[in-house]
């Protein structure tokens, strides 16, 4: 069975509330082994709400509305489920007395508009709010000839969570037939998604059970694979099947198959090996060392490091020579190796990184025009990875604003150490 979460309310609508409750419901669904194949937000029009529960009748066998079971005149979601179900509704007597004695042990007169959130859509069970005046409404019935059940939930965060978690899961353990869903996440560095799509496509279309997502975010593509099955077992050896398969084609890619970040997976090489780094860092200003410190036991691998902002502090910091700046520019190859062998030296660490760029919009320090020049325009980055062996240097020309190329220029250099390390 899959499911539609429809998210109700105006001010879902505007850029000053999100829908978070699809979130929870959604992983909570998933770990009953439903999936959500879709979700809607709908405003407080009555006619918008009486489509939007018909659409979801016609291609979900689960739908749960979140939202609009209030007592002000905007609060429509009872109305629209009868009249899509083309069923009645009735108030309930006990309800009334429930909110009655709940506004009187708080001393509150109750004003007549709370009556309308004992409206109950004919069959429906009463779900209880222990957090609020709204109940919320379990519906098992049919439509067009086949079985939909209809879930009422209240809006609030605080309410919500507690009905489904009590009253919501154990009535769908019950209702649904067994099924598991079992997910799998690849993550890779420094490819292109076409790229990526493109070896992986060919074999995960042959697996029409395991639905594959790839998604793109600021130099890391993943690849996500979702499996449902009556069977754990079987679920779980289908994802892993594919992953496998793709890992022997990206390989030299992926930095992760079970979710960690690529900052974990260099600590982690890092102290496997008993190995050390350190930084030198100009245009990143030290978002290269931030992102490692971010991760718990860094300490144990990363001895620190400079950020070397000006020529004079890549003198005083990394050694970098001023003839050498001079000479070739305070972005350059010959800089980013200097700053990498340097920093290396200076802390004593078993490798060192040493990068340096035009971020934008103004250019480098003391190196080049406002805004880059043709010859080093604005998000050309060097980086340069230097350790007992000798000294690697890459040049990267990367798109976009300041922060997305700071950014690439973290995750190039940090896939250096990987790729260094495997």
Known sequence: MNCEIIAI??????????DTNSLYLTEKLNQLGVTVAFKTIVGDRREHLVDAVRIALSRAGLIILSGGLGPTEDDLTREAVAEALGIGIHRDPALIAAIEARFAARGIA????NARQTDVVDGAEILPNAKGTAPGQWLDTTYGDERRIVILLPGPPSEIKPMFDQQCVPRLRAALPERHIV???????????????????????TYSDVETTIL???GEIQLHFLCASPSLQQAQARVDELAEKIELVLEEFIFSSQGESLEEIVLLRLGLHGLTLSVAESCTG????????????????FLG??????????TLFAGVSTSLIDQHGAVS???AIALAEGIRTRTGSSIGLGITGIAGPGGAVHANPARGTPEKPVGLVYIAIADSQGTQVVEHLFSGDRDRIRFFATQQALDMVRRKLI
């Open 305 to 314: 490091g400079a950020v070397v902002y000006s020529n004079e502090l890549k």
């Open 286 to 301: 030290g978002m290269l060392a931030q992102r490692i410190t971010s991760v718990s036991g860094s300490s144990h691998s």
């Open 183 to 205: 997910k799998r996440l690849l993550r890779m560095a420094m490819i292109p998604e076409s790229k990526a799509d493109a070896l992986a496509a060919p074999i995960y279309n």
């Open 9 to 18: 309310g105006s001010e879902l609508l505007t850029p000053y509330r999100q």
């Open 333 to 335: 190859s010959e800089v």
């Open 216 to 218: 793109s975010h600021f």
């Open 110 to 113: 109750m004003t007549g508009n």
